[in-house]
């Protein structure tokens, strides 16, 4: 299978030589095969957020080595960062980081047109992706008048609307309410079954967890147990991942 | 322990509190520079020149330091929204983790006090200096000429410190009010509530109509100031005033939302974003837009109007054909303008009969050489005389002796009373006669001679002096005193000071609006700097460099200080047609207040940019 994120001992170490240090990642390896639906479940201060930070490339890794479709991120500049950001990454995060001032069909249409995407390219893509997520009826309006579920479905959209290589969620349902939470989670297993999307999302929520195929459990700093769904189903992977996650706290 | 945790606030918040700091002190400094002229009566009665009254002066200035107070009013409501907005989530946090209201209404109380009077403070300082050395450069630059001008002035200095206080006070409570009247969280959240637009096209298109009409009733108003004389005034005044609020208001908004239905222009880049972030903020600014709009008019038409004044010197120069005279061969004055490199133009000898208030020429020398006199080109549009001057409202005209006849002065023809004048500001005939004739005239025989020097504004001066020292050796009231006392040097000198004082006016009130109407901009601008931040960042994380945020802010900022400079400017263009009643060419030179006013500006814009680059992106 081919690996369209693969982590090599990354570590990261706040505070300035000399000064008191704190290593909040102490050598996390791992991968992610091309269409494959990963989850990292940690409590807070675990180093689940460092570590999106690095594989989001809004942060760097003290040392180890991280690559995205095939490119070491750790050795890139700002700038080449940037491109990289919006070419072969999308994100979701908690809160839903829409533009206040644009409508949803022009959220979405940001990553396309800050990639120099011929304008005529652009409203196809845009409507493609709307009518995958299922807000057509959506595409003009503003934030303010869409409810927080439909907010991350544009939110998804604007994510995946350039075609990335990996989606990186962060708490994708943590504002929103149980109902909107599992449309959510239907809509991105979906897009992982349907259109082979490569997720990796990071949560502290069991329910969510249990959309992915595989989970990573990171603990102070390093990644401890690995679960996978195999064959289960998700209710009963769930089961599972509660009773885990007893056995893990004791 | 809370007034601990206030610094530690405010010293974490450096850079925005250097930025709200440093705007006061321009506030407080901008308005002392008024108040140092405004203040003080023996220069404004001296700029006058005593052609024009004290009483007009000092209502101009009046009125000039109530417009500068309602805009610093107007200005200290954006700083302090500044401050608040600053401060809030800080003093909402005290408050959760239980501080007191009261105990945070005073905290705030006292720090707005003392920011304002620190930032007072600094501003007069400043205030000062800055006074010595923009009036010493017009002097310098300008060849004013200042009486009784003191930069530090203490009457403007405790004025404004009286005024300034005031507002802090005013300040100080309505914050305390406002912070411990308000939810907690509220406080900790106001950034996040969204913000909506109606859509209502059709009204906004009848407002964008209603606004242009209202517009040029105004401008037609302002361009038919020589038949409306008086009402043109306040009928331009209302109409632009809501003409530019409704032309803001809807056109603008209609033109962004024109150019995001542009799909090929649209979807380029950050213009999505560029143009989402102005529809929004155009909608929120169009109250203080439009009144920069006006503001902006003001400031540029009280520059343009002062430095104008400068051309009725031109006027007045080219009023009179000779540059001076010299009266019954006075040789050392002689000497002296030949130094000058002024040249005897002609001779005459003449006898002045009072009783008959005749002045008697010899034919011969008239004959020999013509007089040339200027004469007021009363059709200006229709004459096109080559011997039309700089000014273009006098033309030379040559008399003749045989137009100098006792038939011609007793007819009252204008030759005959134009060649008097060169001769006596009392008599109101010339009439040149044969020598025998001449004899027989019972009055001394005197004479006078014109000269002609090149560059004669830089030469007044000295002129002035050599015509005063003439003036010494005649009676005062006599003929040849008030002969000389009108002659060109001598008027030019008049003239000159009350020019002075007007420019020096007019110079300063536009500058001390300009700067505040910026920095009102600025504030307004930087205000919003919270809630743009998360955007900012937002955008960083979707794969936005650096470099093209900062494009795009330059561009989202340059259109909100470019939208109110171009009503501005237009506004005028027309509003200067209302002083044609006043001034010669009151469109002369106007690239100069434009230029100085362009720099000005861009400066402010540039300044802003900087700032708001430091508060939104990250590096």
New interface residues.
Partial sequence: MEEVMKVTSVTKTYGKKGEKQYQALKGVSFTVEKGEFVAIMGASGSGKSTLLNIL?T?DQATSGEVLVNGHDITRLN??KL??????E?G?I?QEF?L????TAR?NI??????Q??S??R??PLVEQIAGKLNIQDLLDK????ISGGQKQRVAAA?ALVHEPAILLADEPTGALDSKSSRAMLDTMELLNRRDQVSILMVTHDPFSSSFADRILFIQDGIIGKEVKKGDLSRQDFYKKLIADLGEIED | MLFKLSLTGVKSRLKDYTVLFSGLAAASMIFYMFLSLATNPQFLKSSGGGLISAQTTTVTFGFGTVLLAILTLVYLFYANGFLLSMRKRDYGMYMMLGAQASKIGQLIFLETLVTGFLATGIGLILGIILTKLVSGLMVAQLGLTLKHFNPLYLPALLWTLAFFTALFFLAALWNAAKLTKTAVIKLLKDDQKPSQIKNRPVLRAIEGIAGLILLAIGYLAMANVEKLVLKALPIALVTIVLGSYFLISATFINIIDFLRKQKKFFYQGMRPFTLGQLKFRLHDYTRILSAISIMFALALGAITVGLNFNSLKDALTDSQYYDAIILNNDQTANKQIEKLGGKAQASYTYKYDSNNARIYLLKAEVEQNPLKIKRYIKNLSSKKSESRTQSGLYETVTVKADQLTEKAAKQGLMASYSAAQLFSQTASRAVALDSAAFAKIKAQSQTVTFYKVNNFAQKAQALFKITQKQEKRYKEGSNEYLLLEMTKPVSYQLVASMCSGFEFMGFFLGLAFLMMLASTLMFKVLSGAASDKLRYEMLHKIGAQARVLKASLRKEIGVLFLAPALLGAIDVLFGLQFFKLLLPNPYSQIWIPFVIFFILYLVYYLITVKLYEGLVIED
């Fill in positions: 989001s809004l700002k700038k940037a491109n990289f950001r919006a070419k990454i994100f995060f980081n533009l206040d001032n644009l022009e249409a940001l990553p396309l047109t800050l120099g995407l304008t005529n652009i409203d503003y934030p303010a008048a604007r």
